[in-house]
């Protein structure tokens, strides 16, 4: 078994780094960070600020960048990143250079986005779950393309999201970077599990788990992947 570090945004970056040098010396596998801009609260739709949201909370790929450059040994990534608040170019773009950061420590962490208030206070749309979720899948294929492109141009043209000959460069450190993808909806997310993950992220009871992955398991079958 391979135990990895989840830290808390909320935690001093000198907390998050003692950790992650504490994992790294210990043999764990990796460090991952949560990636919101204020902590949830019950009341997202209220007028103002609330006392969880007023928490420090760091941001976090700036936060990855820091770990890359002082903690050695430990995979990094986001556990994991919202989906609507940045255009996926982009967020294949920082996750290549936290990969040449890191020497080829990169994992890119993807998820549809729910956190409600992250997007009221910044301004940023929630679209519909079905929407997230065509998002996502799109996302994932166009980030999938881009790390395949290495040291060259790519192009994508999908509903939500385009490329235009983005050039690539730096390409990945050991040829691609994995895609994590975060979320445990039978019929839509599990499916982008299986067209274009490299690992998967959920939570749940020993039970629930084994169910989610038997229709991961069917996913992957018809997509020809084991």
Known sequence: MEVSYWASSTQSFDDIRLAAQWAA???WRGAWLPDHFMMSADNDNGPGPTEAEMNPMLEG???LGALAASVPDLRLGLMVGGNTYRHPGVVANMALTLDHISGGRAVLGLGAGWQTNDHQRLGIELPSVKDRSDMLEEAAALCRAVFAA?????DFAGEHYTLTQMPVHPAPVNGTIPIMIGGAGH???LRTVARSADEWNAWGRPDTIAGHLEVLRGHCEAEGRS
């Open 25 to 27: 010396e210990a043999g």
């Open 150 to 154: 290495g040291g060259q141009r790519v």
């Open 61 to 63: 790929w700036v936060t």
């Open 187 to 189: 019929r839509r997310t």
